[in-house]
């Protein structure tokens, strides 16, 4: 969801650059904020809800990452999250439309916010981002973590200026390993990402990926199941918070496929095959600099837009290129089912002649 890396590592003209909304915003030395004994150097990305800084620790002299929530647009965001949630086909309405007051912030959306943290916390995987924080103050909620100085696994919103500059510099096959490692990580602890994209993955100088950004992430438990009104318990839980529209599945944007079946065990594998899709997703970016389709960011309502897009989306687009594998294009063919039911899974990517490295890779 938001933009967590090292901006200095990516290549852009001097222009582009300072025109980037993306370009950290370094703090002058005199007006340094301090929260708790953290100290603000500079932002190094941004989202609808939070900003996250560049924080030297003051007392262990460490850098870290520091993603700072504000509570009111906490508020105003999951606010909206729920409505359009409760009504998909009527998604944000113009500015002319008189709108629901929003109630004072209260204790429960921090309690919803904390599921990051504590996700996080409980995860030890050295290719997932490491949780170091987490506190709060009358306006804002912190979660701190390791700074990785790295950069996104593709910039999606830089223009290549020819065909050629799409693919990559690295082994889209290791790269994909390590991915698919940390994600059986997750699934295997009934955790899922949800939001699984270029963005969100890190690539160090040494090629090692971190994983960031687990604030649409959720924990399935068989407990869930148990709840009295199934309506607002595992389904709401799963299939009504924040993901990137961009690499969101077919049967996460039409909700009423998936509202049918209230059993955990459903809701698991809906879930894992989202997570798996959005894998497939940046794997297609890995090797081709874009995504698979375009769809128009004015559109008045994207998500249906997205929608149509993927109810045509039989084949997916691939070069003819003899430098592609093609079991490269069939995995990512099997990652990009629109059904969820026939998508590939986990356990099947490995046993993938591409995965195991039994073809020319990519």
Known sequence: MTRWFSPTSLQFSSSSWNQSRFRSKTIPSTKYRHVKHYRLLKEIAHGSTCIVYLALDTKSRKLYALKEMNLKRLQRQNHMDWLQARHPKHQQQHDGIKRRRIEPFSPILASANQIESDILHSLHHDNIVEWVDCFEDSNNLYLVTEWVDGSVLVDLHHEQTNESDNRQDFSAHSIFIQLVDVLDHLHERNIIHGDIKPDNVLLTKNKQIKLIDFGSAIKLNATDNNSKNNDDGIMKKAFHRRRTLAFLPPECIKKETTTAHHDIATVIHYETAADIWSLGMTLYCMVYG????????????????????????????HNNSPTIDPQLCHLIDQMLNVSPLERITLKQIKRHPWYLGTTTTT
Do not use: A
């Open 290 to 317: 874009k995504l698979p389709f375009h769809y128009s960011t004015n559109s008045t309502n994207k998500q249906m837009d997205v929608y149509h897009l993927l109810q045509n989306f039989t084949t997916v687009p």
